[in-house]
């Protein structure tokens, strides 16, 4: 394992391109903490971002493992691309050449995005800790480490969209294509959606849509906005009340497990058919 | 003596083509074999098959007697097929030392391997900045790195110029001379001729022939004929049953042998009946005019 661990690693390292992405995600992952610096003072109106309560334990979490989700599309250049660029240089058929077998392959291409994940948990782990404990109200223990479950579903959402790209780049094998094909899937999806809430009984668009790949990944974590009590108190002075679950579920989990162990079998048995 | 690779009815269709037909042949230690047969004959297909990268549609194949799996097996074989393959963006120290990784030797023969192809001082530069020749060469460097039981080169010369192509030749004279068995795909004869002691050869994915290049037909040569009178020889030529068939050409006259004859008891035979040659040459069938004769009986 660490043997094909350190395979992909000289590969994406010694490349200037991928390199440069690896490092401008984990700056930008870093930069959430900017947004603590967001500081209004214009005369009468006064405000500060992380005085609104975005950095308290348990919250903090939930709204950090949110942001950062964002950025995952940086990690999905490199994948995509790492999985192409085998195809394009034909280092693919050298590296079967060389003794690596079809299985080895993809494992060691899985274990990357599965170490991509762990690394951005880790360090969003990290990130959040820090800024909670300077801003957060509450710095009791067991506040500070409840509501961890969405980390796990911080890890589990990457696992399954790298596993989407890595996907993609073998069956488009070409990063372009594949990247423009996750963007029409996107909207395949949501013209899927629409199209079944318009014909479809009530609740059937919302029951399918819950199972699509993409949508199944962002159900993981909700949006956390209308969940702040600054805008909950807003919200409730306009008469106006928001009644969501913003909680991880253990199906929603297992779906995107699904397709995740679906898009690695999917690949291998891709790349076992294809002569090359 | 040991089997390398043994190749068992193997055949290959791409939709309505088939690639390779029922194609059986063995590879022994110690040998340095050429595949040969036209552009499309199959050789690739062949390889690439054994070499883990095209699926086989029927057949078997198997490596060192059968003990290993093939990705295994393939960690001792060193193979070049067609284009060199390395990551463009990586100097040629560093792609040699992942593939050492890849094959799981430690990396301390890369400076070695380089040396030996003369790449030593381009070691830091960039593979995509490296010419066609020392893409080539690098891609035997790296062949080479786990001193492998078997090279397996497919095209080892193809677009190189003639300094290359010497280059390349000098280095597989080299490595056979050190005892590796080779595998040599070629549609140059001459290149098979001058370095290799079996060959196989392929039509159309069928095999035609597969053994030693000097048993490759029941041959005994054929003498290379001129004198005043050509005409005159060509009667007596034809009306002597030891000679299966007489061609001329430019005053050239080409006699083959159906049984052993040689040059002296010819000369003293003609001289015997009347005729002095001008010009006598006894000569074998070069691989090039044995490899015709074969692809054409097939062919009628």
Known sequence: ?276 | METILTIENLTKKFGYLTAVKDLSFTIEKGNVYGILGPNGSGKSTTLGIVLNVVNRTAGNFSWFDGQISTHEALKKVGAIIERPNFYPYMTAEKNLQLVCKIKGVSSDKVNEKLELVGLIDRKDSKFRTFSLGMKQRLAIASALLNDPEILILDEPTNGLDPQGIHQIRELIKKIAAAGTTILLASHLLDEVEKVCSHVVILRKGVKLYSGRVDEMIASHGFFELKCEDNEKLVSQLESNPIFRKISSDNGLITAFLNEPLDAKEFNKMMFDQGIVLSHLVKRKESLEEQFLTLTENQSN
């Open chain 1, 1 to 276: 394992m660490l043997r094909l661990l350190q395979i992909e690693f000289i590969k994406l390292w010694t490349n200037r391109a991928s390199k440069f992405l690896i490092i401008s995600y984990f700056v930008l992952l870093t930069l959430i903490s900017l947004i603590a610096a967001i500081k209004f003072d214009i005369g009468p109106i006064k405000f500060h971002l992380a005085e609104l309560g975005i950095f308290n334990f348990p919250y903090i979490w939930h709204f950090n493992t949110f942001v950062a989700a964002i950025f995952k599309l940086f990690l999905a250049v490199v994948i995509v691309s790492m999985m192409a660029n085998e195809y394009s240089n034909k280092t693919l058929k050298q590296n079967l050449i060389d003794g690596l077998s079809k299985k080895e392959f993809i494992y060691s291409k899985f274990l990357t995005v599965v170490s991509f994940a762990f690394i951005s948990t880790v360090f969003i782990f990290v990130v959040s800790l820090i800024l909670g404990l300077i801003y957060s109200d509450f710095n009791e223990p067991s506040i500070i480490f409840s509501d961890l479950e969405y980390l796990i579903a911080f890890f589990i959402k990457l696992v399954g969209f790298f596993s989407f790209c890595l996907f993609l780049g073998i069956l488009v094998k070409r990063s372009a294509f594949a990247l423009g094909f996750l963007i029409f899937w996107q909207i395949v999806e949501g013209i899927t959606f629409g199209l079944l809430k318009w014909k479809a009984a009530d609740g059937v668009a919302e029951a399918v849509f819950r199972f699509m790949p993409l949508n199944s990944m962002a159900n993981l974590i909700k949006e956390p906005g209308s969940r702040l009590s600054a805008v909950k108190s807003v919200a409730n002075q306009i008469g106006e009340e928001f009644n969501k679950d913003y909680s991880v579920h253990w199906y929603e989990i297992m779906i995107v497990l699904g397709w995740t162990a679906l898009f690695i079998y999917m690949s291998y048995s891709l790349l076992k058919k294809r002569d090359l």
